[in-house]
Every structure is written in structure tokens, then in C-alpha cells.
């Protein structure tokens, strides 16, 4: 029988972070004036701004965590998808990194441990975060949990009324949640009052949850696009690297989807940084949100309040309309600055796809595989026949890694509607 799963044991579970902006002395800086790094400074747990503005190229990871990297299912499996192969006439060898089996069910407990982890050594009397389709505060809640800190998760309001499920989780998980814009800050009574029933935006959520932690003695939890979010997500690229060792393999290509860049960046950056040279890196997005092929590449706020510095990155604008597609966790404006300057640099390829082309993607995918993947996972599925026509061109069979960031089982109304199951 062929080798289909490459499992590791609990030891192997990385005991370090990967930081790749140690090895890009000209990674452009945030840019604000003082009242906006002051905002960061006492806003941040003070670890995760140390580490964002580090740059040591490895980061120990404390014991304590690793054993609750193990605790929700660390190591992920790497599996090989090889009836999936099949629609590629066997022209690709697809390996999959399984992030959707940890308990959250996607790649973002990765860092939310790390987060709520040095938000508790500040004695931080509770954690706040945004959220849109509540894979992030779900992790933020389940992170909170297993620490022993409360969360308050202020999730965008059409996704708190449309998707109850992740809403039902964070609760479960003893986290607090709130439609936002809400009642509990300035900006959002003040968003209310226009209009009672804004739909919200993540970058609304963002700045509700900054300013809640701000006063009322939290911390705020970061939850992609910066650099220590992205390094804390490393431990599935660097536990990747070993298993595609014992299936042999030396990865052609490595592709994935970014929301704001952190799930690719968890996989693909150690690779960038430590692995082969002459491998692709392929990222894609939602051209709903065309952020990756027509985005601009410069300063722009991460926030819709602006309260946060500017980042440079690739960007379609912070105050863009952003249209209400199922695949919540890639409607956000920009790209990860480290993200966005591979792309600048054409060491990442950038795409984007539509909503309807991934999920009958997605389709093809389950009935192959078994396994529903999350709608923003299935946005990665178009880059293969493209890869399949790389091979054929170059009549040599490709290997392919991916991020196979999340589960669609909460996702599958979205489904229903879009594929009219
Ligand atoms: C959030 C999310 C993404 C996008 O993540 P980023 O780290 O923001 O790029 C992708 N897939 C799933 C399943 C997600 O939940």
C-alpha cells in the first residue's frame, strides 16, 4: 500500500519560532506618529511587541506552550491527497498540512496560544479581539480557555447574525461575544447611532476590540498580518519541513490562501527562510477582494479608526466597501507586510479567484477526498491546474504542499447556497 499519512509524535513538536524578517534587513517599518506606537505599546502584551519588532531569526518557545500545542492536536498530519491527484492526470503529487484538525478546526490556534499566553505573564485582566466568520475569536476563546483568561471577542455583526455556529463555540469556551459595531465603546455607539443596524467590518472590529482592551485594562490580541502573529503560526511550515523529508519529497511548489497572510506565511516562510532554493511560492486571494493581483503596494492603515500605525503592504484600501463573501476569514484589505514584500521582491506569485470558482473546486475536492475543506482553504484548489500545466510544459511531475488551512463542516449553509445543494 502506498504511503498516504506522515505523522510526527508529540516531541516534535517545534520548540522554536521562525522569524523571517531576520533575514530581510530592508523589511520596511511601521510608520505613525507617537499616539499610535503608544497605543500599540500599551495595548500589546509586551513579549508579543518585543518579538514583533525582533529580529533573531529563531524564538524558543516556552515548555508550557508546547504542551498545549500537543493538548489541541499538534502535530497536524501531512496527507497525501492522492485521489485528488487523479483530476490532474498524474501530472502532481499533492500533500496536504492538515491545520483544520486542531480543535479550533483551522490554523489560528497556532498563534492565539502564543498571544494569551504573554497577555497572562502582564497579569492583562482579560484578552479582546475581533473577529468575522469566528474562526479567529473561536481560537481567541479556546486559547482563553485552556490559560484561564477571559476573552471578549467582538465579532462583525452580519457574520454574528448569519453564522451563529462559531458565536455558539466562543461561548462554550466561556468567552464573551458581542455583535459589532456594538454598545461597549465610543466607536461603535458612535457608528450605532448613524445607523443601528451597520453590518460592521473587520476593521470596525479591530478598533472596538482596541479600544475596549485600552480601557479597561486588557490586552489585545493580534490575529494575522503582523510579523509576531505570523512567527507564532511558524510551527506548521517547520513541522511541514520534516514530514515532507520522510515522504521524500522536496516541495516544487508551495500554495495556500491569504486573509491577511498569516496561514501562508505559517507554512510557507520557513521554507522561504531554511528550505530548498527553486522552490514556487503561490498565494491566492479572493478577487471579491482582489487585494493580491490589484492591490497597491504602500503605507496604509491595518484599522478602519486608524488607531493602529501604517504598515506597508499590498493594499486595496482600508476604507473599501468589502463585499459579503462566505469566506470570512479572507475579507480583510491588505497583505502582511513580510507577505507583501516577498510579492514586491517576486519571490511569492500572487492570484486571487472567485467565490464560485473555488467552491465547485471545493466540490470536487470532497467528493475525491472525503473531506469538506473551509471556504477560504478551497480559494487555494484553482492554483493546481495551473501547476498541472507547468508539469506537462516542462514534462516532469511536480510535488505540491499545501496549507490546508481550515474544515468547512460550520461552513456548509454557504455551500448549500452558492453550489444551490
Ligand atoms: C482565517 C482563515 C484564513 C486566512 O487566514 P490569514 O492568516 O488571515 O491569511 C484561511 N483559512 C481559514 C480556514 C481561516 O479561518
Given at each position: 500500500m502506498q504511503r498516504l499519512t506522515f505523522n510526527l509524535s508529540q516531541?516534535?513538536?517545534?520548540?522554536y519560532w521562525y522569524n523571517l524578517?531576520?533575514?530581510?534587513?530592508?523589511f520596511p517599518q511601521p510608520r505613525g506618529d507617537s499616539s499610535s506606537m503608544e497605543v500599540l505599546q500599551k495595548v500589546l502584551p509586551s513579549e508579543v511587541l518585543r518579538l514583533e519588532m525582533s529580529r533573531d531569526e529563531k524564538v524558543k518557545i516556552p515548555e508550557e506552550l508546547r504542551e498545549l500545542y500537543v493538548k489541541v492536536g499538534r502535530p497536524t498530519p501531512l496527507i497525501r491527497a492522492n485521489r485528488f491527484e487523479e483530476l490532474f492526470d498524474g501530472w502532481l503529487r499533492i500533500y496536504l498540512?492538515?491545520?483544520?484538525?486542531?480543535y479550533s478546526g483551522s490554523h489560528k490556534i497556532n498563534s492565539a496560544l502564543a498571544h494569551v499566553y504573554f497577555a497572562k505573564k502582564d497579569n492583562a485582566k482579560f484578552v479582546s479581539t475581533e473577529t468575522g466568520a469566528g474562526q479567529w475569536g473561536s481560537a481567541v476563546a479556546l486559547a482563553g480557555a485552556l490559560h484561564e483568561v477571559k476573552s471578549y471577542v467582538f465579532m462583525v455583526r452580519s457574520s454574528y447574525n448569519a453564522k451563529p455556529y462559531r458565536r455558539y463555540m466562543i461561548k462554550m469556551y466561556g468567552g464573551e461575544v458581542n455583535p459589532s459595531?456594538?454598545?461597549?465603546?465610543e466607536f461603535g455607539r458612535k457608528l450605532l447611532e448613524k445607523?443601528?443596524?451597520?453590518?460592521?467590518?473587520l476593521g470596525i472590529a479591530i478598533s472596538e476590540a482596541v479600544e475596549y482592551a485600552l480601557k479597561n485594562g486588557g490586552k489585545y490580541v493580534v490575529g494575522s498580518v503582523v510579523n509576531s502573529d505570523i512567527m507564532f503560526k511558524t510551527v506548521a511550515g517547520i513541522e511541514a519541513m520534516k514530514q515532507m523529508e520522510l515522504a521524500g519529497e522536496s516541495p516544487d511548489a508551495i500554495i495556500g490562501v491569504v486573509g491577511g497572510g498569516s496561514n501562508y506565511g505559517g507554512l510557507a516562510f520557513p521554507f522561504v527562510g531554511m528550505g530548498d532554493k527553486g522552490i514556487r511560492y503561490i498565494a491566492a486571494g479572493s478577487s471579491e477582494i482582489p487585494k493580491m493581483t490589484k492591490g497597491e503596494y504602500r503605507y496604509d492603515y491595518p484599522d478602519t479608526a486608524k488607531l493602529l500605525p501604517q504598515l506597508k503592504m499590498y493594499t486595496v484600501g482600508y476604507d473599501i466597501k468589502i463585499?459579503?463573501?462566505?469566506?470570512?476569514?479572507?475579507?480583510?484589505h491588505a497583505v502582511a507586510p513580510m507577505l507583501s514584500l516577498l510579492m514586491s521582491k517576486g519571490i511569492v506569485e500572487a492570484r486571487d479567484y472567485s467565490q464560485e470558482e473555488s467552491f465547485r473546486w471545493a466540490k470536487l475536492f470532497t467528493e475525491k477526498e472525503g473531506y469538506i475543506p473551509a471556504p477560504e482553504t478551497?480559494?487555494?484548489?484553482?492554483i493546481l491546474k495551473e501547476l498541472e500545466e507547468w508539469a506537462k510544459s516542462e514534462g516532469k511531475k511536480k510535488s505540491v504542499l499545501i496549507?490546508?488551512?481550515?474544515?468547512g463542516l460550520l461552513d456548509l449553509a454557504n455551500y448549500a447556497d452558492v453550489l444551490k445543494l
Open positions: 516531541d516534535d513538536v517545534p520548540d524578517p531576520a533575514k530581510y534587513p530592508d498540512k492538515m491545520e483544520s484538525y486542531t459595531p456594538s454598545p461597549l465603546t445607523d443601528p443596524n451597520d453590518p460592521g467590518t463585499p459579503p463573501i462566505y469566506a470570512g476569514g479572507l475579507r480583510y478551497s480559494h487555494a484548489l484553482p496549507s490546508f488551512s481550515g474544515h
